[in-house]
């Protein structure tokens, strides 16, 4: 039967590479940016080296079999939200870049119809020129 302290120390490296799994396949199909799939990769690698050293997990020793239980349950909704959370962000992230791409361009347009309304302000400037010597 394992110990309680043996289930933490295996349930970290699960949860250790089910984050790095998780965020390196969210930013693949570009759900989560660069920055954040990057935190996410270096917890993950925290996670599993802390199951994995000993002396990084020797207080899973002193934590009773109910503890470590809701240590464990509170830990994966606190990450769970956090993923949600930074998904939310990359979202926000993502589509705030794309208005900025789409004010570029509405911006190189209007410079563009301002240039074809001189051109054509001149055109009737020079008409009426024309005109008025004509008369």
Same mark, same amino acid.
């Given at each position: /039967?394992? #110990? @309680?302290?043996?289930?933490?120390?295996?349930? /970290?490296?699960?949860?250790?590479?089910?984050?790095? @799994?998780?965020?390196?396949?969210? =930013?693949?199909? #570009?759900?989560?940016?660069?920055?954040?799939?990057?935190?996410?990769? +270096?917890?993950?690698?925290?996670?599993?080296?802390?199951? +994995?050293?000993?002396?990084?997990?020797? $207080? @899973? =020793? =002193?934590?009773?079999?109910? @503890?470590?239980?809701?240590?464990?349950?509170?830990?994966?909704?606190? *990450? $769970?939200?956090?993923?949600?959370?930074?998904? *939310? *962000?990359? #979202?926000?992230?993502?589509?705030?870049?794309? *208005?900025?791409?789409?004010?570029?361009?509405? +911006?190189?347009?209007?410079?563009?119809?301002?240039?074809?309304?001189?051109?054509?302000?001149? #055109?009737?400037?020079?008409?009426?020129?024309?005109?008025?010597?004509?008369?």
């Amino acid at each position: /039967m394992l #110990r @309680t302290a043996d289930l933490i120390k295996y349930g /970290m490296i699960a949860a250790g590479i089910f984050i790095m @799994t998780s965020s390196f396949w969210y =930013h693949s199909v #570009r759900k989560l940016t660069v920055n954040l799939a990057v935190v996410w990769e +270096i917890l993950g690698v925290i996670l599993i080296a802390i199951g +994995i050293f000993p002396a990084l997990s020797s $207080w @899973t =020793h =002193h934590i009773s079999r109910g @503890t470590g239980l809701v240590l464990f349950v509170v830990g994966a909704v606190c *990450l $769970w939200g956090g993923f949600q959370f930074s998904l *939310l *962000l990359s #979202r926000l992230a993502m589509k705030n870049q794309e *208005l900025a791409m789409q004010v570029s361009l509405l +911006i190189q347009e209007n410079e563009k119809i301002m240039q074809q309304i001189e051109k054509q302000e001149d #055109r009737i400037k020079a008409y009426e020129e024309k005109a008025s010597v004509c008369n």
